[in-house]
């Protein structure tokens, strides 16, 4: 099975600051999906932003936007302008293309803490 | 709202007794998910169903028993679980295999 690591348990930011969380994976694979979960105190999983791995331009959505390096199998998160509703934990997740599993393989996690 | 509805938002049970999660989609999806959610460790997939049959299985012990009626309702039945299965449960479905999952509100859980 694909492993998805978040090497940052946690990570902090200022209002109005960028910030970036990493995320790396580990596949055989040519095609796949990669994306990027925030779920707030509401417990919520609610989808920021998906990459398709043959895509080799950069996801973004809004002051979201992703630095996807296939090559080094590294799926990194940017959040620009961070604003104090951005504070949840992000999780990174892996699905297969290829495979007939349907399932997200998800990393663990990173808390994202916005101060004022 | 994503149109992934989970009751009840919230279940303590005995070791002795039997619950039943349930989840609703509104979303014309034909895919549904259970994924567990326990303190420090990543979301564990637990079933999946496409087209309501169930395509995976992952060695989740028998005391969890998933039941999907129609392409809009999952249901966990839940029956002499052990303190440790005490976590967030999520349900979550999707239109296919190649499109992001979207989530329900999570049932949690707690088992005394």
């Known amino acids: 099975a694909q492993t998805v690591t978040q090497s940052q348990p946690e990570m902090s930011v200022q209002e109005a600051e960028t910030v970036t969380l990493s995320c790396t994976y580990d596949?055989?694979?040519?095609?796949?999906?990669l994306f990027w979960y925030k779920q707030p105190p509401s417990r919520q999983m609610i989808l920021v932003i998906r990459?398709?791995?043959?895509?080799?331009q950069n996801a973004t959505e809004n002051r979201f936007s992703v630095n996807f390096q296939k090559a080094a199998k590294s799926f990194s998160l940017k959040i620009s302008d961070s604003q104090l509703g951005d504070a949840a934990m992000y999780f990174c997740?892996?699905?297969?293309?290829?495979?007939?599993?349907?399932?997200?393989?998800f990393g663990k996690g990173t808390s994202l803490l916005v101060t004022p | 709202e994503t149109g992934v509805t989970q009751t009840p938002r919230h279940l303590v049970m005995g070791m002795t007794n039997k619950k039943s999660l349930k989840c609703e989609q509104h979303?014309?999806?034909?895919?549904m998910y259970w994924y567990k959610q326990s303190a420090k460790k990543p979301l564990e997939l637990m079933f999946v169903?496409?087209?309501?049959?169930?395509?995976e299985n992952n060695s989740v012990p028998s005391r969890f028993s998933p039941e999907c009626p129609n392409s809009s309702h999952l249901f966990l039945h839940l029956h002499t679980l052990q303190p440790e299965d005490s976590a967030l449960y999520l349900c979550?479905?999707?239109?296919?295999?190649?499109?992001?999952?979207?989530f329900g509100q999570g049932t949690r859980l707690t088992v005394v």
């Open positions: 979550a479905s999707s239109h296919a295999r190649h499109t992001e999952a979207f």
């Open positions: 596949t055989s694979e040519s095609d796949y999906y």
């Open positions: 990459q398709e791995a043959y895509k080799q």
């Open positions: 997740a892996y699905r297969s293309e290829e495979n007939s599993g349907y399932a997200l393989n």
């Open positions: 979303l014309g999806h034909n895919a």
């Open positions: 169903y496409s087209l309501e049959e169930r395509v």
